[in-house]
């Protein structure tokens, strides 16, 4: 069968799905991945065949702006029960900026010519990540069958769940829906009528384990798959093949956090010197022009520009990172306890790191508790304590029990001679 794999042009969001373009690849199949002209070194990289469609967004620098004016709002943490209690008036229009800004801001950009490229190649099967919305358009627009693949935690269905919950409540003049405003126009354009098939797909592909999955009611069909660590072209340096001669602190503060906000790069010096005295290797990934104050690392750090982190995970202890996606699952997959500093104003990082500490497979520190002190004492803790080491190890066990992406061919494969109607 043919594949068209959608993703806008965000490298952490692809990289997850390369393990599963390759296992289809495998098996013979034919994969096309679709995203804006900028994903093209990184897809090349993974040796994936590339189809360039619309225009490069530019939402990062646009956000990078905003969050640096005066008087810059806070970000909204949309799992948070006190965001589902705000006046109707207020949530609505914070709703509409998700819809605007983000989703609506990056799929314009390439919707038209992933419907032209699926109407001409015509795949079985498109898998569009959760905000590729223009995917499941362009495979109702040719016939193809549809799948969401997810690469975090599904909170993009828990947030539309929940918002229709609070529309409903309303009185009918006080009504709205942004997204099903957006998504109505932009799927007429091709013939194609909205219904929720097109914000959930058809089956959704979730890579978290289950015991960590959100609660989002019964829309959603959902086909776990085992999280295999990928994070490009890399070369494993010398030193980390070598066994660690004691315990090693994996910090690494992630490539998301700093291309969108600029990340925590501000404080890793001053984290760096708080973990001095720890009796551990403590490898810290810094990109060498984020280093000042870095010039002198303790005797105890050693500072990387960037290594694999999957093989580093393998060689680690401990970690203590963004709370990002890739992050964590990379480092869940490995076993290893997790300091998550998450960043509130990435989506899905504060979720993501309170359903970690609540499986007692790490902690977590609010934006308010990130201060070098208290992530010194909180990798003393993920260095030492055992019951985090046995959580993690129970979480790593329900990892690998999830099918193989190998094993997910053959589901994929039913579901596009199901559902496919041209």
């Not at 929940?162 to 405003?181: C, G, I, K, W």
């Not at 998550?340 to 989506?347: K, S, V, Y």
Request: hydrophobic share 45%.
């Amino acid at each position: 069968m043919r594949v068209v794999i959608a993703t806008p042009a965000e490298r952490t969001h692809f990289l997850n799905l390369v393990p599963l373009a390759w296992a289809l690849r495998a098996a013979g199949h034919e994969v096309l991945v679709a995203s804006q002209p900028e994903l093209a070194p990184s897809v090349a990289t993974a040796g994936l065949p590339f189809a360039p469609v619309g225009r490069d967004h530019d939402l990062r620098a646009l956000t990078r702006r905003m969050y640096s004016l005066p008087g810059a709002g806070e970000a909204v943490d949309w799992d948070d029960e006190r965001t589902w209690r705000m006046p109707w008036g207020v949530l609505r229009v914070h709703y509409r900026q998700v819809v605007a800004f983000w989703w609506k801001a990056m799929n314009e950009l390439l919707v038209d010519d992933l419907v032209g490229l699926c109407r001409t190649w015509r795949p079985d099967l498109v898998v569009w990540e959760p905000t590729t919305f223009a995917g499941a358009v362009a495979a109702r627009a040719c016939g193809a069958a549809h799948v969401r693949f997810l690469w975090s935690l599904d909170l993009f269905a828990r947030m539309r769940g929940l918002f229709l919950e609070r529309m409903r409540e309303q009185p009918a003049a006080s009504r709205e829906d942004p997204l099903e405003e957006w998504l109505t126009g932009l799927a007429g354009r091709y013939g194609v009528d909205f219904d929720e098939e097109l914000v959930f797909g058809q089956l959704t592909v979730d890579q978290v384990p289950p015991e960590l999955r959100l609660e989002v009611g019964g829309e959603v069909e959902y086909a776990g798959m085992r999280f295999v660590p990928y994070n490009g072209r890399a070369v494993v340096p010398a030193w980390l093949r070598e066994p660690p001669e004691r315990p090693r602190l994996c910090l690494t503060l992630g490539t998301s956090s700093a291309a969108w906000y600029g990340g925590h790069s501000s404080m890793t010096g001053a984290v760096v010197e708080a973990l001095a005295d720890v009796d551990a290797e403590v490898v810290a990934t810094v990109p060498a022009d984020r280093r000042r104050g870095l010039e002198s690392p303790p005797p105890n750090v050693r500072l990387v520009d960037y290594v694999p982190l999957h093989a580093l995970a393998a060689a680690s202890t401990a970690t203590i990172n963004h709370g990002g996606p890739g992050s964590v699952l990379t480092s869940m997959a490995y076993g290893l306890p997790q300091a998550l500093m998450a960043d509130p104003r990435l989506f899905d990082t504060p979720l993501l790191a309170r359903r970690v500490a609540g499986a007692g497979a790490g902690v977590a520190l609010g934006a308010e508790q990130a201060d070098p002190q208290a992530l010194r004492g909180e990798a003393l803790r993920v260095l030492g304590d055992p019951d985090l080491r046995r959580h993690a190890a129970r979480l790593r066990e329900a990892m690998l029990a999830q099918p193989a992406p190998a094993a997910m061919v053959a589901r994929l494969e039913r579901h596009a001679a199901e559902r496919r109607t041209a």
